[in-house]
């Protein structure tokens, strides 16, 4: 089920790496995650597309800040063998278009630890940018980490959406 899969990647250790809590957590745990009715966040399956449709990740909203027009966003694709297809980007770029034009937010913020190249690349392919650094932040095998912060406004998703639309990438 969708639900199995949630549960075996977020204790995954190569996915949980990454994640800002980074300990593995039990069944009921997550599922008290998914069950739990929040005003300011919302989880999408991520799905492949074709004859064989298939779940292999989640992507979210947090921190939905209506009066600031801002929100964090997050991504997570627990399918290893789908990594660098691009799923990763059609994702954060179909949730971008939504939440700006849909939601009217006026700013996105993404959080990836300093390690995490492979997240700091897709933020930038979707146009986020780097706004600070959070130094020592996060604790990974016994040392501390920086994390990123990036963010990302209306008018520099727009000129990122047209190259994503016509195929050329960013």
Known sequence: TD?????RWINDPN???WLASFLPITEREEEQFFARERQDDFTLAIVTRGEQAEHIGNIGVHRIHRADRTAEIGILIGKSAEWGKRYGTDAVMTLCRYLFDDLWLRKLIWYALVPNERSIRLAK???????????AEKRRHGTFVDMI???????QFDATWAHHRAGTGH
């Open 3 to 7: 639900f199995d899969d949630c549960w």
């Open 15 to 17: 996915v949980r790496e």
């Open 149 to 155: 912060r990036l963010v990302l406004f209306q008018p």
């Open 125 to 135: 392919r979707c146009g986020f940018t780097e706004e600070a650094v959070l130094v």
